[in-house]
């Protein structure tokens, strides 16, 4: 008897967790757990396939779901909200008081820059990883609302075929804000591999550690399965990243060795310099997106509760 959409569907979701090492971290108790995601979908079908997915790849994750509204008036975002349990919160206190790390939005579109450069901000300053979808649209380019200026990781569709051959999806977007591919767990489009990946990243999170975003990208680029051309390329960006099994990530070690060396403002006889290295080593402090520290500015309140919450997680 021929086998059921269904069946095929778990049977294909099977061959991914095993692809992946997936299940492997699975079975070593890595599942997302004290890892918050937003999911920032709309109410309906959509969320319910999307937040499916996060759930299938990362099942103890923390997982919240509301689009993030947002206002702009020329250059500047004026207001920025999201709602939990009914109670419309202001974006950034969101970030802070769920601990939101990883934040996934499948919908195509444009944004604004002042938006973009928002999101770009709260990434420097709260450590936060953005993904968005490559988008449905095959060969007309990258859609995803904010794969613009590099705001989020993009990420495109593949499938893995029963030879274990890894096949691009023919409507996946391409283009070169693409950034990785992924496989889809249960769900369907490309709407389905941002959120794949988003989970993906939270199992990373749990075992390895905080990082940011620009950590993350590099992270994952060094964890590719080559599809395309030799390095980045249009269709597959970097690459599909798998699960790493070694207890230690060598690449996140020499990325802030590169860091601590690169701040422009910080002279290598500074008398606090000794601490700043270690602070920024444990990914308790990062500097800003011109590449200085700026050692010698007060801190604000944000900025201190910032570093609270990141040293209270590692106290976890």
């Known amino acids: 008897m021929a086998e059921t959409y269904l069946e095929l569907l778990e049977k294909d979701y099977k061959r991914q967790v095993e692809f992946l090492n997936i299940k492997k971290y699975h079975d070593l108790e890595f599942k997302g757990k004290g890892i918050t995601i937003l999911n920032a979908e709309g109410a309906g079908d ?5 937040s499916k997915v996060i759930r299938d790849f990362a099942p103890e994750a923390n997982l919240l779901e509301s689009i993030v509204s947002v206002r702009t008036s020329g250059n500047k975002v004026i207001e920025a909200y999201i709602i939990i349990n009914g109670e419309k919160i202001d974006f950034k206190t969101a970030i802070d008081k769920y601990k939101i790390k990883i934040v996934t939005r499948s919908y195509a579109g444009s944004s ?18 953005f993904l968005c979808s490559a988008g449905n649209d095959g060969a007309e380019g990258v859609t995803g609302i904010w794969a613009k200026n590099n705001t989020a990781i993009s990420v495109g569709a593949v499938y893995l075929t029963g030879n274990y051959e890894i096949k ?19 769900g369907q489009g490309t709407s389905a591999a941002s959120p794949a990946l988003a989970a993906q990243i ?45 207890e230690n990530l060598e690449i996140l070690e020499k990325l802030r060795g590169k860091k601590m060396a690169d701040f422009k403002d910080i002279e290598k006889e500074r008398w606090s310099k000794t601490a700043i290295d270690r602070c920024v080593n444990e990914g308790l402090l990062v500097g800003f997106e ?27």
């Open 202 to 246: 939270a199992l990373l999170l749990q075992r390895y550690g905080d990082f940011t975003q620009e950590e993350c990208v590099e992270i994952l680029k060094s964890l590719c399965i080559d599809l395309g051309d030799k390095g980045r390329d249009t269709s597959y960006g970097w690459g599909l990243p798998m699960l790493p099994l070694t």
């Open 168 to 186: 691009l999806y023919s409507y996946s977007a391409i283009g070169n804000e693409l950034d990785f591919v992924s496989f889809l767990a249960r």
């Open 112 to 129: 604004a820059d002042a938006y973009l450069n928002y999101l770009k901000d709260i990434q420097n300053r709260k450590g936060v990883i």
């Open 290 to 316: 011109d590449g200085t520290f700026r050692p010698t500015e007060f801190v604000t309140r944000e900025q201190f509760a910032t570093i609270l919450s990141r040293i209270l997680d590692k106290l976890k």
């Open 46 to 50: 959509h969320r319910e396939m999307t």
